[in-house]
């Protein structure tokens, strides 16, 4: 077991490195636990620096001013162009509303809109927005409902003041959220690609090198045993490396890991990825020549896969040409597998004919790449 020897003994030589990919991925869970650990019964309303000018000070504009400062935090501001201008650069104010005279009689009764000035590019306003809207609604159809215009603009205001419960639906065991070790497993593509892209590489550049291809051409050592003792030093350190990232949920969630009806999935998707990141590493070490640039490159295709397949930002926030894309890249049918996990604990025909697909599409990128890797190496070693 030469060759297999061999291979162990340079993958030691990048143990630090892959430590530290190893400490990378647990400060980012643990960043993750932390930013997401908090009391998920509760929920807090945006509230934003907002000015309210009001040009027809009336009863109406006086109740939607203090109906709106219930949920913002009024500045006061001049009715002038210039400094709105400048206080919204500089976000000191997020939205203006100018209310104007006669606001009873154009916008109550009739069908005029406020004009309103937001930040440009910020979706925040749209939430103001929707709160105008809501209290114009409601005193408009209690003051034709024959109530006095003082009660109906004091009623919705203290209406305001009432707080909703929320109860999420509990689709998955975890009260409606999505479970802690779901998020260590979403970023489990980086640190598996990243580890076995890096030390792989490495290793087939050694055994590449022309003094040692002629040793094993010349030692005793059949063909087919160097071979397979390769293929066995791959399987080692592709195993080793995912019970290291397999192990870490048990280790850091224990029993509600372990309770998670979806655990066995879990890992048969990591499992997956592991094969994906393996037939990676083969193609990159049959592409590059150079240890220098095996970092850039790695790093390029991790971080470049982690960024468009949902791997750091979630997939509902990138735009659809981004998903479009990135369905031609195997960590993206990852994590299509991993949200249906996190967000369900048993399955509907179609959602489990939707995660086996992901599982086939995975072997089948695994197969394609070991496959185009093992022409380029075949065309190599023939030109």
């Known amino acids: 077991m030469t060759v297999y020897k061999g291979f162990l003994t340079i993958t030691r030589r990048n143990i630090r490195m892959m430590f530290l990919y190893l400490a990378i991925f647990l400060s980012i869970s643990v960043m993750v636990q932390v930013a997401t650990g908090g009391n998920a019964d509760e929920f807090e309303q945006v ?26 935090t009024l500045v006061d501001l001049p009715d002038d162009p210039s ?39 910020s979706n925040s306003g749209f939430y103001v927005d929707q709160q105008i809207n809501t209290f114009m609604n409601d005193v408009r159809i209690m003051a034709r409902s024959g109530f ?39 970023y489990m593509p980086y640190i598996l690609i990243s580890i076995l892209c890096y030390s792989m590489s490495y290793i087939m550049i050694a055994f590449r090198n022309q003094d040692v291809k002629r040793r094993m051409m010349c030692s005793a050592v059949p063909a087919r045993s160097q ?9 080692t350190v592709g195993l080793a490396v995912y019970g290291i990232c397999a192990l870490m949920p048990f280790l850091m969630y224990g029993k509600t890991f372990i309770n998670d009806p979806n655990m066995p999935y879990y890992l048969l998707n990591s499992f ?18 150079s240890e220098d640039v095996i970092s850039a490159i790695v790093n390029v295709v991790s971080l470049g896969m982690s960024f468009l397949c949902g791997v750091f930002v979630d997939l509902e926030i990138l735009g659809k040409g981004v998903r479009t894309f990135a369905q031609f890249l195997p960590a993206y049918w990852y994590e299509v ?43 190599r070693q023939t030109a």
């Open 227 to 235: 071979n397979f003792q390769l293929i066995l030093g791959f399987a």
């Open 148 to 186: 006095p215009l003082s009660d109906a603009i004091q009623s919705v205001i203290d209406n305001s003041t009432d707080k909703a419960k929320v109860t999420l639906i509990d689709k998955n065991g975890f009260g409606g959220q999505q479970p802690l070790h779901a998020f260590m497993f979403q």
């Open 47 to 72: 509230s934003l620096n907002i000015a309210v000018i009001d040009k027809d000070g009336g009863e109406l504009a006086k109740g939607l001013a203090d109906y709106l400062s219930h949920y913002h």
């Open 337 to 379: 597998a991993n949200g249906l996990l996190a967000n369900n604990s048993t399955f509907s025909h179609a959602q489990q004919t939707s995660l086996y697909t992901c599982y086939g599409l995975q072997l089948l990128f695994a197969a394609a790449i070991l496959g185009v890797a093992m022409v380029i190496s075949r065309f």
């Open 83 to 121: 400094i709105i201008q400048d206080r919204m650069f500089y976000r000191e104010i997020y939205y203006v509303v100018t209310i104007p005279e006669d606001f009873e009689k154009r916008c109550l009764y009739g069908d005029e809109m406020l004009p309103v000035t937001k930040v440009p590019g």
């Open 272 to 289: 997956l990825m592991m094969l994906v990141a393996l037939s990676l590493s083969f193609l990159i070490g049959t592409l590059v020549h």
